[in-house]
């Protein structure tokens, strides 16, 4: 029997090992080569959960796909093993090594989350395919749900309610900001737990963020919405990409970027900027205030405009 045949009779098994479970909730998850799948899926801590994986993912190009056990052929690239591997976390819990054919019992509670095992040795290599997971146990819940059982006060975080004229984008944005500011620590351990590990500039900002003292959230105001949205729209309709000047307010660029939260933690970890000043200002107790804009690029898809006061 060749190596693909065992890949299939592998998922076959653990298939008919979800049939014999159990009823059991049952949620579908795609996970990606780079980037964390974050699930709407909330676990207690003690409780089971099972997992099948199917489908495959390489790397490193041109080597062959590999199932979710990663790449054996290069032996471990860290304490999680292989490259490739298919780790879990729950809430702000240690990462974990994901197993089928079997249960694992939840650590703690918290929302599950899937992403690849890869360092920064192999970010700048070819990567492609998809792992279909299949979670059985846990609870489904709306984000808002999770975010006060994570001990998120949204009251408190989303200080964009109420402000007219804000797309859903820019309100995200202000809430994750906010979450950022006022519990650096709680953020550093719910979004930065993958990519700490592939990246020297993000492992750089995880202890920083450890290291960083609450602080006041920011409100978005009027003085600083207008101008924000405006240069955005002037930017993103003429291709403009640079400041010209001293801007009134402090101010930062971002582009390419469609959801908040990849802008936000592109402009924390602020590889371009050997002093990390975005990071500064978006970490800075003294600015109160705060304008957002965010619009198509000609050039780079999207733009985003970002004020401080």
């Known amino acids: 029997m060749n190596k693909k045949s065992y890949t ?51 790397f490193k190009k041109p080597m062959a796909r590999v199932n979710h056990q990663g790449h054996n052929a290069l032996g471990a690239i860290n304490q999680y093993g292989n490259l490739g591997v298919l780790l879990g976390q729950i809430g702000e819990g240690d990462p974990f090594i994901i197993q089928t054919g079997g249960s694992l019992i939840a650590k703690n509670d918290g929302r599950l989350k ?90 750089e900002l995880y202890l920083a963020m450890l290291e960083t003292k609450p602080m006041g959230p920011i409100k978005p105001e009027e003085v600083l919405l207008i101008p924000a949205r405006r240069m955005a729209q002037v930017f993103g309709t003429k291709g403009k990409e640079k400041l010209n000047g001293k801007p009134k307010y402090a101010t930062m660029l971002a582009f390419n970027r469609s959801t908040s ?13 050997s002093n990390r000043l975005r990071r500064k200002q978006i970490l800075n107790p003294e600015f109160k205030s705060f304008g957002v804009g965010f619009h198509p690029h000609t050039k780079y898809r999207y733009i985003w405009v970002m004020m401080y006061q």
């Open 261 to 273: 939260l990849d802008v936000l933690l592109d402009m924390l970890l602020d590889k371009e900027l």
């Open 8 to 58: 299939k009779l592998f998922a076959t098994l653990c298939l008919g090992l979800f049939i014999a479970l159990p009823a059991l909730a049952q949620h579908k998850v795609r996970v990606g080569t780079k980037k964390m799948a974050i699930t709407n899926i909330y676990f207690k801590k003690g409780e089971n959960l099972f997992i099948a994986v199917t489908g495959t993912w390489t």
């Open 114 to 203: 899937l992403f690849a095992n890869i360092s920064d040795q192999y970010m700048s290599e070819r990567s492609a395919g998809v792992l279909n997971v299949l979670v059985r146990g846990g609870k489904k819940m709306s984000s808002e749900a999770l975010e006060k059982l994570a001990g998120w006060d949204l009251a408190k975080l989303n200080t964009a309610n109420g402000v007219p004229g804000m797309r859903k984008v820019e309100k995200e944005m202000v809430i994750l900001l906010n979450k950022a500011r006022t519990n650096p620590t709680k953020f550093a351990k719910e979004y930065l737990t993958d990519i700490k590990l592939r990246d020297p500039i993000a492992r």
